[in-house]
């Protein structure tokens, strides 16, 4: 810690956004402390990646990589200048004091001068047993189509999305690019997603709508081969045979332990005043990676954020005489 046991900057949250940002902040001799979060069933440290296998899209890895050894070579970057790392979470914030007091799930505090909030947002998922299976065993099951949907395993396949959103259609759309055929399932008889986006996908040849149906379970082993669906008018139960299934029913902020400390979105993402950079609206606390990003959601973007938040953060102390 720094003078008066108060630390120059905790980083709460791992993933791209948060090793970046330990990663920069420590080479900036800023000792920087993170949280990288406590192990659950739906979040573990390291992020939504923890959850992808093969990562393709990542620049610096020609062969690709796992979402568990892209973390961990990130982590252990970090760990070589020296980043401090705590497997909890921060529990509470407290932003009205100065410095700032931090509460972990073990109820011990912490003080720092600035705070960078890296703690991503979780895919909605339908919580099926064999869903989660081979979502995490890469047998098919996605909740990302620009992550994953270009994998030769997908490609000149039938794929299925689900949901009914913008989120759905944008998804939809990137798979026809690879895709024989994308069934999108909705629950209702009509969309939400924008005009713009239903005309888009809606009239692309390869679109085929199942409506008023919801997934109920999946089929395959160690790879998936169907769906069941659940027609939510009636309640017949049919199977559609497919090779690639897709969860697109929306993502939830981690920003639950803010509790009104700072300005959020109807969505529950961190709002960020200006444009470009990463400074919410309390002063001394930066926001990086999907916590405030609803739009890209992707490694490369949010490691890039996690670059400006430190660096944001860096020049912030030196503007107080703080470092």
């Avoid at 509460?103 to 339908?126: D, F, M, N, Q, R």
């Amino acid at each position: 810690m720094s003078e008066n046991n108060v630390e120059q900057v905790v980083i709460i949250g791992s993933g791209p956004a948060g090793w970046t940002a330990a990663l920069y902040a420590a080479r900036a001799n800023l000792n920087p402390l993170v949280y990288e979060g406590a192990p659950t069933q739906e979040m573990i440290p390291g992020g939504q990646l923890m959850f992808t296998t093969e990562v393709d899209n990542f620049p610096g890895y020609p062969e690709g990589v796992t979402g568990q050894q892209m973390m961990a070579d990130l982590k252990a970057q970090a760990l070589r200048f020296d980043a401090r790392v705590i497997t909890d979470d921060i529990a509470k914030c407290d932003f009205s004091q100065r410095p700032f007091v931090l509460t972990t799930g073990e109820g011990e505090t912490v003080k720092s001068h600035t705070v960078i909030i890296s703690t991503g947002a979780k895919a909605k998922w339908l919580w099926l047993d064999n869903e989660q299976r081979l979502a995490q065993s890469g047998g098919g099951v996605s909740a990302c189509a620009v992550c994953d949907g270009a994998l030769p395993v997908f490609r000149d396949q039938h794929l299925v999305v689900v949901g009914g959103g913008d989120t759905a259609m944008e998804e939809a759309d990137f798979l026809t690019k690879f895709a024989a055929k994308v069934s999108i399932i909705h629950r209702r008889d009509e969309l939400r997603a924008s005009k713009v986006m239903q005309d888009r996908v809606l009239g692309n040849p390869k679109v085929e709508m199942v409506w008023n149906s919801s997934v109920i379970d999946v089929h395959g082993e160690n790879a998936i081969s169907g769906v069941r669906l659940k027609d939510t008018v009636t309640g017949d139960e049919t199977d559609l045979d497919c090779k690639g299934l897709f969860i697109a029913i929306g993502h939830t902020p981690n920003t639950a332990f803010l509790e009104g400390q700072i300005t959020i979105d109807d969505g529950g993402y961190i709002t960020l005043p200006t444009p470009g950079h990463t400074a919410t609206n309390i002063d001394g606390v930066f926001a990086v990676g999907d916590v405030a990003d609803k739009v890209y959601r992707q490694a490369i973007t949010a490691a890039g954020t996690g670059c400006m938040g430190a660096l944001d953060a860096e020049r912030w102390l030196a503007a107080k005489g703080i470092h």
